[in-house]
Nanobody, 114 residues
Framework: QVQLVESGGGLVQAGGSLRLSCAASGRTDSINAMGWYRQAPGNQREYVASITRAGSTNYSDYVKGRFTISRDSAKNTVYLQMNNLKPEDTAVYYC????????WGQGTQVTVSS
């Protein structure tokens, strides 16, 4: 079992920045990759970014160049630095851990005002 706890969401004006954190606990040695997804009201959950055990990163086209995913392996924590935020980035952001199955955090709200 893997447990995920997100933090760092909030309200920010367009053009501002936020950093999300996701702390993993439990069977962290079984995690192959961690990532972030988001879900806006009325929309399906969509992929944002991910980082593999080897450190390779990937981003959706919507956030490439604005968001940066990183990790602190000693703390079993993944971060999402979000810069130049836009109102369309408003969503609940979910942390994901991929093992033989997917684990999800409880979500953290990010609201970007125009």
């Amino acid at each position: 079992q893997v447990q995920l706890v997100e933090s760092g969401g909030g309200l920010v004006q367009a053009g501002g920045s936020l950093r999300l954190s996701c702390a993993a606990s439990g069977r962290t040695d079984s995690i192959n990759a961690m990532g972030w997804y988001r879900q806006a009201p009325g929309n399906q959950r969509e992929y944002v970014a991910s980082i593999t055990r080897a450190g390779s990163t990937n981003y959706s086209d919507y956030v490439k160049g604005r968001f940066t995913i990183s990790r602190d392996s000693a703390k079993n924590t993944v971060y999402l630095q979000m810069n130049n935020l836009k109102p369309e980035d408003t969503a609940v952001y979910y942390c994901n851990a991929a093992t033989w199955r997917n684990y999800w955090g409880q979500g953290t709200q990010v609201t970007v005002s125009s």
